[in-house]
């Protein structure tokens, strides 16, 4: 793979300030592929000194111009979305097949809707006898997670470039290789030096420098609930502007008048995918216990032909807190019928497809984000006892609602504790807003809503 040995900042590569460096391990066979820059405070604060400069010229560039630059970074994505999934399949694992499709095509989707975003947005508007400007915020920090690498830059990048911002980017240390490629990618479209600048590094250095820092504006965070607990509070020691997408634990609710089949199969491809790792996985199936004996039985077959389809997870220590959540899970009593603690290969970080039964609301694998390839199936009474099961974590990300007609689906998901809601296996949409409830997060991406978010307002009166 090729890895880049310094910091994108200013429109070229500059070498980093100090000498550490990150190895980049392929998850699937445990080799090294690449290494990069560990970076540290002082190139946070070079990047964001050149974001800042950058800002005036960014922010009074027509929208159009704008548009212009995220058309030509979404071409030049999708010139080079053979290399974006050897990438994304090299550094985290995922079968290649997944990330043509996902992991290269819904970030070049995304980019494209917000170069016509760019163009069509009413960044001015009339309200009485008032104009009210929507301007952009100023320096962006974004923080981006590994398990959808690219999907997550461009979800904060290209709303903000949109918006007339400027942005510093410090990716996940598991996956920098595709965020070198973006910022080639970024470079080749023409956006001017330093509208959009790459540290990487680690968390606890490079990421919360960029979150303290007094030039950023706003700081746009994926990942843990518990970092973004510090992230919040450290911005709102400055006054600053946070948006934070969260972890989940989505349910997946089959009403008894759904197709059971299905609506079990859909639910367990859904937590499969991606090797388990994505926030809004339905990873609690809920199911009326009159059919609940039938959806286990479906559920375990299902599994079982994943087998050898999904990849590794995206590290030795994912693969430990994984296999960790699976042995509480049997010791609280909750009972496998499919995957385990068994390791599936010799080689490389992979989990065993799971599936528990007889799980109930309060045991940890209930409550607690698991992040990798395990279901829990969860018995209810009626409607009112699903609902307060959905409802009865700490999380509200993205959920499901399985049933005969539309309109009961519907009418039991609008009383969902959650940002987004799947009725009957309703397809991903790139232009909706995505965020979540309780402590999934603060804020929207995607869309005229993810846009929005990098937006400030003000009123001239007349």
């Not at 917000?114 to 009485?128: P, Q």
């Not at 290789?177 to 479209?189: I, K, R, T």
């Not at 994505?278 to 009326?288: D, N």
Request: aromatic share 6%.
């Amino acid at each position: 793979m090729k890895a880049h040995d310094g910091m994108y900042i200013d429109g070229a590569w500059h070498p980093a300030a100090g000498r550490d460096v990150i190895e980049v391990v392929n998850p699937a066979d445990e080799q090294v592929i690449g290494r990069v820059p560990a970076g540290t405070a002082e190139d946070v604060d070079t990047a964001v000194r050149a974001a800042r400069a950058a800002l005036p010229g960014w922010a009074a560039t027509p929208p159009a111009e704008r548009a212009a630059r995220l058309a030509a970074l979404r071409d030049v994505l999708e010139a080079r979305k053979d290399e974006i999934a050897e990438t994304v399949t090299a550094e985290l694992g995922s079968p290649l097949k997944f990330s043509q499709g996902v992991h290269a095509g819904v970030p070049i989707a995304v980019a494209g809707s917000y170069a016509e975003l760019a163009a069509t947005y009413a960044f001015e508007e009339k309200v009485g006898n008032s104009t009210v400007h929507h301007e952009p915020i100023g320096v962006v920090g974004a923080i981006t997670p590994w398990n959808y690498p690219l999907h997550q830059i461009v979800a904060k990048a290209a709303p903000a470039l949109a918006a007339g911002c400027t942005v510093v980017l410090k990716p996940a240390e598991d996956t920098p290789l595709v965020a070198q490629l973006f910022a080639e990618a970024v470079h080749e479209a023409g956006v001017p030096a330093g509208v959009f600048n790459l540290v990487t590094g680690r968390g606890p250095v490079a990421g919360q420098a960029l979150a303290e820092h007094p030039g950023v504006d706003l700081v746009s965070f994926t990942g843990s609930t518990a970092v973004g607990r510090q992230i919040a509070a450290v911005a709102g020691a400055a006054i600053k502007k946070v948006a934070l997408e969260l972890g989940g634990k989505s349910a997946n609710v089959i009403l008894p008048s759904a197709d059971l089949a299905k609506a079990v199969n859909v639910g367990v491809a859904n937590v499969m995918s991606n090797s388990g790792q994505t926030c809004s996985a339905w990873t609690r199936m809920l199911v009326h216990r009159d059919q609940y004996d039938e959806a286990v039985e479906l559920a375990a077959a299902a599994a079982a032909k994943y087998g050898e389809r999904i990849g590794p997870v995206v590290s030795a220590k994912q693969q430990e807190r994984v296999l960790g959540y699976v042995e509480k899970g049997v010791a609280e009593g909750a009972r496998l019928v499919a995957g385990g603690t068994e390791a599936p290969r010799e080689q490389g970080y992979f989990v065993s497809p799971t599936v528990f039964a007889d799980v109930t609301p309060e045991m940890t694998i209930a409550q607690e984000e698991i992040f990798g390839p395990v279901l829990s199936i969860l018995k209810y009474e009626d409607e009112e006892d699903a609902l307060r099961i959905a409802n009865g974590t700490v999380y509200g990300l993205a959920g499901a609602v399985w049933a005969g007609e539309e309109a009961e689906a519907v009418a039991f998901a609008r009383r969902m504790d959650t940002g987004q809601v799947d009725i009957n296996g309703g397809r991903f949409n790139p232009l909706a807003p995505f965020g979540g409830y309780k402590q999934s997060g603060v804020g929207r991406e995607l869309g005229t809503h993810g846009l929005a978010e990098y937006l400030q307002t003000k009123s001239l009166q007349f």
